[in-house]
């Protein structure tokens, strides 16, 4: 399985981002093999509108399963329902603290 988390930066080290769309990074853990890949959203953190449209389409095109975040709008909660993704919000402190505990 891979679960992602909104982080602000590009390290399981990095503070989790409370924002989904506007967030500069994901934070993906592969739970089968334990690597850490990270996911570059800059272009939707200067959107003027769909950031979470396409946050979205980048985390599902990673192949993640279960998204790790501090809250979801309605939009982004949509499309990734439609998609298939567990959604897990209220996480905070690092990227690989919340990821570890979401196993």
Known sequence: MKIAVSATG???DSEVDPRFGRAPWFI???TETGEYTSIDN???VEAASGAGV???SRVTNAGVTRL???QVGP???GGLDVAGVEVI???SGTARDALEGNK
């Open 54 to 56: 396409q946050a979205v």
């Open 89 to 91: 919000t209220g996480a």
């Open 10 to 12: 590009p390290t399981p």
């Open 75 to 77: 939009k982004s909660a």
């Open 68 to 70: 790790v975040t501090g």
């Open 28 to 30: 993906v853990l592969d």
């Open 42 to 44: 800059s272009e939707s």
